[in-house]
């Protein structure tokens, strides 16, 4: 059972810059994929960004493609996502998740995930 708890999050001006953190207790963090994702108020979760388990290949959804990245250090047991040039559509609670996918290709879909950690709630004022 991996158990992952994000952090970071909060209130920023649209323009703005964060950086969240999901810390995993897993000790083969190593081998898992590794993704971010967000759910608005009224909306869908969807995919934000993903990491293959070495760190070699990322994935990202077009409305952050250029503003987001997403960075490991399996040392650490830990995944990051920055986010620079907020925007108040960024506004959601951002979930952090794991997946056994032992190829570069980093997985986009939810189903791909098998845990999850709590969530971190973001906000992007304009």
């Known amino acids: 059972q991996v158990q992952l708890v994000e952090s970071g999050g909060g209130l920023v001006q649209a323009g703005g810059s964060l950086r969240l953190s999901c810390a995993a207790s897993e000790r083969t963090f190593s081998r898992y994929a590794m993704g971010w994702f967000r759910q608005a108020p009224g909306k869908e979760r969807e995919f934000v960004a993903a990491i293959s388990w070495s760190g070699g290949s990322t994935d990202y959804a077009n409305s952050v493609k250029g503003r987001f990245t997403i960075s490991r250090d399996n040392a650490k047991n830990t995944v990051y996502l920055q986010m620079n040039s907020l925007k108040p559509e960024d506004t959601a609670v951002y979930y952090c998740?794991?997946?056994?996918?032992?190829?570069?290709?980093?997985?986009?879909?939810?189903?791909?995930?098998?845990?999850w950690g709590q969530g971190t709630q973001v906000t992007v004022s304009s």
């Open positions: 998740a794991a997946g056994q996918h032992p190829v570069e290709r980093p997985p986009i879909l939810i189903i791909e995930y098998d845990y």
